[in-house]
């Protein structure tokens, strides 16, 4: 969507198809690379708090799902992105359709829980892109549906050790770059899972998980910020990503009641909320910390 901004008022309504003028100037919020080429030569522009020109992110668990949305939409807007996964051809595939795009993306293979791989993952970065200026902490094991009696201390302590004790090793050294530096951002993924109980699916460690990351966020946030660093987190809604389109597609009838509790009406697409991400990791966000960014399509407002 596109404004025309001035200084000292409100923006006016977007322009629709209405022509683009060479003067004055339009807010480019999430270009695609050919869009924003054709944007540039027309005058327009991006507000510079969104640019991340210049920028090293780093993304875990950037191969699938909402991970490899957020790499693409940082990449487009002009970061240049170290991707992790443990599945090197999801990374790879990742890498040539961001190449294409103009983009710069590289990867590495690491599991999040193993230590050694993370401080070498940092080691790459550094010498690949640069120190990291922002982390989205991203990988995490998804919800164990089955009732609480029934899980397994096994399934308990993967789901946490992955969406917590994940989440803090990497905080813990891409963010010491960050602390040496005195400058960064962390945006870690929670959920609205970890802040209410969602009907229709049994609850349980990924739950515990999520509420321990909007725990985890506010104390690096109060930690950190003397530092330069702040920590923020994106607690989506339900994604149609590919895992929970499977789920959707064999639980009709949850899908259906699940989006009549979404105001909005629909589930989005990854690419739907990349944009929120950009922001969170662009100088747009830069007074926000410790926050917990709710993205549900008005689910919890119930």
């Not at 999801?90 to 050694?116: H, T």
């Amino acid at each position: 969507m596109f404004f025309r901004l001035r200084l000292g008022t409100r923006p006016s309504p977007p322009v629709g198809r209405r022509r683009f003028r060479p003067t004055g100037g339009y807010c480019l919020l999430f270009p695609g690379p050919g869009m924003a080429k054709r944007l540039v030569e027309k005058g327009a522009f991006m507000l510079p708090c969104f640019d991340l020109t210049g920028r090293t992110a780093v993304v875990t668990g950037a191969g699938k799902g909402l991970g490899r949305a957020f790499s693409k939409a940082i990449a487009a807007s002009g970061a240049s992105v170290l991707g992790l996964s443990r599945t090197r051809e999801d990374l790879q595939i990742l890498k040539e359709e961001i190449a294409a795009a103009g983009g710069k993306f590289d990867l590495f293979v690491a599991d999040i829980l193993d230590e050694l791989a993370i401080q070498a993952a940092v080691a790459f970065c550094l010498d690949r892109f640069g120190p990291p200026d922002v982390l989205v902490n991203n990988a995490g094991l998804g919800r164990v549906n089955k009732p609480f009696e029934e899980i397994t201390t096994a399934e308990w302590r993967r789901t946490v050790d992955n969406n917590i004790t994940g989440t803090f090793i990497c905080s813990k050294y891409f963010g010491l770059e960050m602390v040496r530096r005195k400058r960064g951002k962390i945006v870690n993924l929670a959920s609205m899972s970890g802040l209410i109980a969602n009907k229709g699916v049994h609850c349980g460690p990924y739950e515990a998980s999520k509420l321990g990351i909007v725990a985890l966020t506010r104390s690096l946030a109060s930690e950190w910020c003397a530092h330069g660093v702040t920590v923020n987190a994106l607690a989506p809604g339900y994604i149609a990503t590919r895992r929970n389109g499977e789920f959707f597609a064999s639980h009709p009838e949850f899908t259906r009641k699940a989006i009549e509790m979404i105001p909005v009406g629909r589930i989005p697409t990854p690419d739907e909320i990349a944009g929120v991400m950009v922001f969170l990791c662009s100088d747009a966000s830069n007074y926000m910390n410790g926050a917990v960014l709710v993205l549900d399509g008005g689910y919890t407002i119930w």
